[in-house]
């Protein structure tokens, strides 16, 4: 079902567009600023509605709130196990999706872990010259 579009719901997808990866609560932070008035409920109603109508993705993390992105292009991710933060990787190769009597697979996503640049122990550059 095609649900028509509405002011609140592209209010929404444009805070989500400006984020990257943020939990539902991010957008309507945002939106407590941007647009003052609109309602966490209205946030987080339009977020499932934008993932059902495939203008963003739902991602799940263990032990983390579920993310949205706005990029639905088929890519996978890295999330960094030290700060959390979470990056787009191209996905140049694609699994074949599995067959069976029991499911029918239309998308895959692929999630890795470790630490990001910013998080991974650096050696201490003064030392390793002496």
Do not use: W
Not at 45 to 66: C, H, T, W, Y
Not at 94 to 101: F, N, Q, V, W
Not at 108 to 121: A, E, K, S, V, W
């Amino acid at each position: 079902m095609k649900r028509r579009s509405t002011k609140q719901r592209e209010t929404v997808y444009k805070a989500l567009m400006s984020l990257y990866h943020p939990s539902a609560e991010e957008v309507y932070e945002k939106l407590c600023v941007d647009a003052p008035g609109i309602g966490r409920a209205t946030v987080f109603r339009n977020l499932a509605i934008l993932s059902e109508e495939g203008r963003a993705v739902k991602l799940f993390f263990p032990d983390e709130v579920v993310r949205y992105d706005p990029n639905i292009d088929g890519h996978h991710h890295f999330m960094c196990r030290k700060c959390q933060r979470i990056i787009d990787l191209p996905s140049t190769e694609r699994l074949p999706l599995p067959k069976s009597e029991e499911f029918t697979a239309d998308a895959q996503t692929i999630h890795f872990y470790g630490l990001c640049r910013c998080c991974t122990p650096q050696k201490n550059v003064e030392s390793s010259k002496k």
